[in-house]
């Protein structure tokens, strides 16, 4: 059985810096996105990151994710110009994925 590894944060947020797309699971799903941002969600204080998926449930189109959740993170070769239309994490409702909290 392969174990899963956590999310390395400062391998997310370079990728965040640097546009470069990413792959990981998250739930037992894998996604493909355009990570935006890192922002704290604000219901419960959670760790989020802001994307926009390429690959996975819900593509294309813009969704939060659970920091904690993601898993198997890889940096992938592909980048991407950023988009002008990201949500703000306050906005966005029941697209967190997992238990819906933020």
Not at 13 to 42: D, N, T, W, Y
């Amino acid at each position: 059985m392969a174990t899963s590894s956590y999310a390395a944060l400062p391998a997310l947020r370079g990728a965040i810096q640097h546009f470069r797309q990413v792959k990981f699971q998250h739930l037992g799903e894998v996604f493909v996105v355009e990570p935006h941002s890192l922002a704290q969600a604000p219901r419960y204080g959670a760790l989020v990151l802001v994307a926009w998926v390429e690959e996975g449930q819900g593509a294309p189109g813009w969704r939060i994710f659970r920091y904690c959740l993601i898993r198997n993170l890889e940096i992938l070769d592909g980048g991407f110009n950023p988009r002008s239309n990201a949500p703000d994490v306050w906005t966005v409702k029941g697209r967190q994925g997992g238990n819906g909290t933020g």
